[in-house]
């Protein structure tokens, strides 16, 4: 085959372009493992190739916070059943305690016993999951709520309330308190002083209150009577102080009482505000307020109370397996969603590597063949014009013998010249 025009050369030199072209987007496809590379290569499924992707991250985002949401649930559910197992064990040792009792036996051991066990359930109720308290501090439970897609979707976790588990006395064996009493003295006036000697000879001491609510509390006791004498006073030139000797942080004055050079005490009103009253022996008080420590036992803790924290623990375990439920199958919606979507996205993007390689060889073939054919455009006619010099040449070496004496400038025939000119125009094109 012989090519000798420039036009032919042309169109030759556009088909390789061409074959080169679709042979590196081949490759491109092979190497990335995607038919869509860029917009050129499929601009109608860009777009819906990135609406399926973001619908891909949204699915992952979602399954991944159901997975955080049934481990916490999980180690919730672990708590609790541990809770419901010591509240059973402290149950049988407080049947046991009021056995010995009625027996007349002692019950220290049984005591220490239930206290580790109550140490032990109030440690779990403290306990943390990733930062996230798994009951709740407060009277009443905390919902989280988690919502996604503009509300479309939405599910929950729980953070029990811990008191609901720890009703009456059942966790506060050994824990310390106060019981208060007012003392009448009506028909015989008692001085700071003797109410002071008398308390302690009760077992007790003369009230002192630290609080707001220990000061609705004595008022609650005491039936909101009239009180009297409380444990605070101030000596003279001093300032309040306890029974003790320890500084007074809380008060609730309706008067103080002003004078600094007179010893005063304070006395408690029916409305529970404080006087500070004078200390001599001309003005004595028709009552005190006693206050007595008491520590709480296995005697004070209720069986109905026990039972009442297992009933309500074992609520909250029903429930914790009901949102665990309802969570374990929005996470399999949704990674089911995830895992179509993705094949969607995969359909659209993904390359064929059977028909790509394909399609690799044949645009190399191609593209070699059409190199081949413009490289024997080049060459061919210049290798005949050669081999036709030669023949003329060596014509010529046999005619100039005989004509030496012709001018040098007739060498070349007119064949000959035509010959090179046609040479010459090759030249040109190339």
């Not at 490759?27 to 499924?45: C, F, H, M, P, Y």
Request: proline content about 1%.
């Amino acid at each position: 085959m012989n090519i000798s025009n420039m036009f032919s050369q042309l169109l030759l030199a556009d088909s390789f372009q061409v074959a080169f072209k679709n042979q590196s987007t081949a490759v491109e496809r092979i190497s990335t493992g995607l038919r869509i590379n860029s917009a050129k290569d499929d601009a109608s499924q860009v777009g819906l190739v990135s609406q399926v992707d973001a619908n891909v991250m949204e699915q992952s985002i979602f399954s991944q916070s159901t997975s955080e949401a049934l481990s916490f649930l999980k180690t919730q559910e672990e708590a609790m059943s541990s809770m419901a197992e010591i509240l059973t064990e402290m149950q049988a040792l407080k049947t046991s305690a009021d056995a010995a009792l009625a027996l007349g036996n002692g019950i220290s051991t049984i005591q220490e016993i239930y206290k580790k066990l109550q140490t032990e359930f109030l440690g779990i109720t403290r306990e943390y999951f990733n930062g996230v308290a798994l009951f709740s501090a407060g009277a009443n439970n905390y919902v989280r709520n988690f919502s996604f897609v503009n509300g479309s979707r939405s599910f929950q976790t729980t953070q029990y309330a811990a008191s609901d588990m720890m009703l009456g006395n059942t966790f506060r064996v050994g824990e310390t308190y106060s019981e208060y009493s007012r003392r009448d003295h009506s028909a015989a006036r008692i001085t700071w002083e003797d109410a002071k000697t008398e308390a302690e000879s009760l077992g007790g001491y003369l009230a002192v209150i630290t609080s707001a609510e220990e000061n609705a509390a004595v008022r609650t006791a005491i039936g909101g009577a009239w009180g009297g004498w409380l444990g605070i006073h101030k000596p003279a030139g001093g300032n309040w102080i306890s029974l003790t000797g320890e500084s007074v942080t809380y008060t609730n004055w309706f008067n103080e009482g002003a004078d600094p050079a007179t010893h005063y005490a304070a006395v408690f009103r029916g409305d529970g505000l404080w006087n500070g009253t004078w200390l001599n022996t001309g003005d004595p008080k028709p009552a005190y307020v006693l206050e007595v420590e008491n520590t709480y036992t296995l005697s004070d803790v209720s069986e109905s109370d026990l039972d009442s924290n297992l009933q309500n623990l074992s609520q909250a375990i029903a429930q914790n397996g009901v949102e665990q439920r309802r969570i374990f199958r929005l996470e399999t919606i949704a990674e089911t969603n995830a895992q179509n979507l993705s094949g969607i996205a995969s359909r659209l993007e993904d390359a064929d590597y059977a028909q790509e390689s394909v399609n690799n060889s044949k645009q190399s073939l191609l593209s070699e063949s059409t190199l081949a054919l413009l490289s024997q455009a080049n060459i061919r006619s210049q290798s005949m014009l050669r081999l036709l010099y030669a023949r003329i040449d060596r014509e010529w070496d046999f005619s100039s013998k005989g004509n030496d004496e012709k001018d040098k400038t007739d060498r070349y025939s007119p064949l000959q010249q035509s010959l090179i000119d046609v040479d010459s125009e090759e030249s040109l094109r190339t």
